[in-house]
């Protein structure tokens, strides 16, 4: 799954736990757009939700399913985070700098993770995320997810929910989408 998009100048490259720093320093970068909105998400390194996200995206890492989008000048513009959850594919995160944002980065990560979750024999894909932001879900629905109704979400995905609503800002905002897959 590693090589360039002729239509968007990216490439994939599989994050080490060596990379760690640059995980956390895009990750941080592409955060910082939610406070132009009034939504702050300063945690601090010590918090135990940044603890916890932290340790997936190093489990991630480790496993081969962290992913960095790389642009035509060779750098790491965006991540993407894949995990399992409830016997599917979850995207637990995408992060794009800010230099890149609108370039298409997010949507070839997206797209990968879409490829890697029906090559890994999947037949969806859940994220959660922020319901009321005018890019998160207008975007995500273009590429096929829909919003799924707490009540029908697997056991994993609702404790994420549960778990972002307990020490996220606007708890009451946080959504599951899912897209189905093709097998």
Do not use: K
Not at 17 to 31: C, G, M, P, S
Not at 89 to 98: C, E, G, I, M, P
Not at 115 to 135: C, V
């Amino acid at each position: 799954m590693n090589g360039a998009s002729e239509q968007s100048g990216y490439t994939i490259e599989v994050a080490r736990v060596d990379d760690f720093d640059e995980i956390v320093r895009i990750d941080d970068e592409a955060t910082a757009l939610y406070a132009e909105t009034g939504l702050e998400l300063v945690l601090g390194a010590s918090h135990p939700f940044s603890q916890a996200e932290q340790a997936r995206w190093r489990r991630s890492a480790e496993l081969g399913r962290l992913f960095f989008a790389v642009n035509g000048e060779e750098v790491r513009v965006g991540l993407a985070a894949l995990d399992e959850l409830d016997e599917a594919a979850y995207l637990d995160q995408l992060s794009v700098r800010r230099s890149a944002m609108r370039r298409g980065a997010g949507r070839f990560l997206l797209h990968h993770a879409i490829a890697w979750a029906e090559n890994a024999g999947h037949s969806a894909l859940w994220l959660t995320t922020y319901g009321h932001l005018p890019w998160n879900v207008p975007f995500y629905t273009r590429e096929g997810f829909e919003l799924v109704p707490e009540s029908e979400c697997g056991a994993d995905v609702r404790h994420h929910l549960d778990d972002q609503r307990r020490w996220l800002p606007l708890p009451e905002q946080r959504v599951a989408m899912r897209r189905l897959l093709h097998r």
